[in-house]
């Protein structure tokens, strides 16, 4: 099987409190459906992400370089170790984002995470090799480990006259490095303030006049939030520099 799922598209994120969510949702009826996956559009994620032993990965993404990228592999809602799982590099140059993604199974993922120096990467059942074969060499190159679990709920939506356009809606965002087995579920520590969720618009060029005016209707002000830094500024608190501005995610902060 070659498959090769390729995307490039813009985004913009923003922070939303729950009650513009409920109202941003009811707004966006006549103009949009729920993502066919998961019930009502409605899925968890759950991510695990790589880094270096020096965070080369987060102060690429801090400190907003023009060309930046991360290495996860991801699951959606409940998988065992046979089940599908997603390896994929995320790169964003500028406010353009490129995602490469292949699939394989949970436990082919495991062990190329283990492998020997002499395994070959032929040797992998996964859908593209060539796809594995950048993975690799982007892990090689930062010299990248597991690092962290990022988890959270999902609400998708697409738009019913324009296919490129989608809308996501991520709540209940939870992180852990006690336990990098996704299989495990989504358990972790919140790292952002449980009344608050994470918007971001997806299109291939620009955000349709209709949608800005339904955005700014609710006041929804634009926000990166990135779900990397955040969990991992959480989590490794006492390990990065003293010069650091955490994010903060707090309701009272909006």
Request: aromatic content about 12%.
């Amino acid at each position: 099987m070659m498959t090769i799922e390729i995307f490039r598209r813009r985004e913009q994120k923003y922070l939303i409190t729950t009650d513009q969510y409920s109202e941003l949702v009811y707004q966006l009826l006549p103009y949009m459906r729920p993502d066919k996956f998961g019930v009502d559009g409605m899925y968890t994620v759950t991510s695990l992400y790589f880094e270096s032993s020096d965070y080369k990965i987060y102060f690429e993404t801090k400190n907003k370089l023009r060309y930046r990228q991360k290495l996860r592999l991801r699951i959606y809602n409940d998988t065992d170790i046979n089940s599908t799982a997603f390896f994929e590099v995320k790169q964003k140059h500028k406010d353009v984002v490129n995602k490469r993604r292949m699939l394989l199974p949970l436990k082919e993922a495991y062990r190329y995470l283990e492998r020997l120096e002499n395994c070959s990467l032929d040797s992998y059942e996964t859908s593209n090799l060539q796809v594995l074969r950048e993975i690799d060499y982007f892990r090689s190159l930062y010299r990248l480990e597991p690092a962290m679990v990022v988890s959270y709920d999902r609400h998708a939506l697409h738009c019913i006259y324009d296919p490129d356009l989608r809308i996501t809606f991520d709540h209940n965002l939870r992180c852990r490095n006690d336990d990098l087995q996704v299989e495990k579920g989504p358990h972790g520590i919140n790292f952002i303030d449980k009344n608050l969720i994470v918007l971001e618009v997806k299109v291939n060029d620009s955000v349709p006049l209709w949608l800005t005016r339904i955005l700014q209707q609710i006041n929804c002000k634009q926000r990166s939030a990135s779900k990397f830094c955040t969990s991992l500024e959480l989590l490794k608190q006492n390990k990065l520099p003293n010069q650091i501005t955490t994010e903060n995610i707090e309701l009272g902060a909006m």
